[in-house]
């Protein structure tokens, strides 16, 4: 059964720090993995998605890369701002439940100003 | 953009009562999803619908029913609420069959009272 796991649970940095988000999987047979932002109290929102063939993805000031055979992913934030605190979740994409998600925990991220 | 909302950000309901958390997407998507977040537990996935009047059971149905009489509308029903489906409810929608990103909507704060 694939169990996905996010560490550290929570983290406070200052602002202007880089920083990374760790996410493991127990299994490497996935479609993809998606990591997501979310609020207090809101929805997620999708900040990448990485396919099982890539091994990085890049979004303004975030990274994402995927090593798939050892089964880990990081989050990359480079100049952290405090709008960036937010909880941090990561989901694979199994190939053995078609459409079917896996979530992490999340990492709880506040930066100070 | 692709947007998924839900009919109600907070919902309280008594104990026994029908429910219907409803869901809409505007973006033609095939794949709709219903999940519950709760500390410490994150999100279970509960049902998932791949088409119009097809569904399927997610990690937690017991308890659910899903109807999806029309490709952009998703409702979750809860036959009579109960304390222990106080909950945050998650909204979803992919594009095909393929390896895409999952979009969440903003969530409904349900309460059983």
């Known amino acids: 059964k694939q169990e996905v796991t996010q560490i550290p649970a929570a983290l406070s940095v200052p602002e202007g720090e880089n920083l990374v988000l760790n996410c493991s999987f127990t299994?490497?047979?996935?479609?993809?993995l998606q990591w997501f932002r979310q609020d207090p109290g809101k929805g997620l929102t999708s900040l990448l998605l990485?396919?099982?063939?890539?091994r990085e993805q890049t979004s303004g000031r975030l990274n994402a890369s995927l090593d798939k055979s050892s089964g880990r992913s990081t989050l990359y934030i480079a100049a952290s701002q405090p709008g960036d605190s937010a909880t941090y979740l990561c989901?694979?994409?199994?190939?053995?439940?078609?459409?079917?998600?896996?979530f992490g925990a999340g990492t709880i991220l506040r930066v100070k100003s | 953009d692709v947007k998924v909302t839900q009919s109600s950000r907070y919902l309280v309901k008594r104990t026994g009562e029908k429910v219907f958390l409803e869901c809409v997407q505007d973006?033609?998507?095939?794949?709709m999803f219903w999940y519950r977040q709760d500390p410490g537990l994150g999100l279970r996935l509960i049902y998932f619908?791949?088409?119009?009047?097809?569904?399927e059971k997610g990690d937690i149905p017991e308890g659910y029913s899903v109807s999806r009489e029309k490709k952009e509308r998703f409702s979750l029903i809860l036959e009579s609420a109960s304390t222990n489906q106080t909950s945050m409810y998650l909204c979803?929608?992919?594009?095909?069959?393929?390896?895409?990103?999952?979009?969440f909507g903003p969530g409904t704060r349900l309460t059983v009272t």
């Open positions: 979803a929608s992919s594009p095909g069959r393929g390896a895409y990103e999952q979009y």
């Open positions: 299994d490497s047979a996935i479609y993809n």
């Open positions: 990485i396919q099982s063939s890539q």
């Open positions: 989901a694979v994409r199994p190939l053995e439940y078609g459409n079917k998600l896996v």
């Open positions: 973006m033609d998507h095939e794949n």
């Open positions: 619908s791949y088409d119009v009047k097809m569904k």
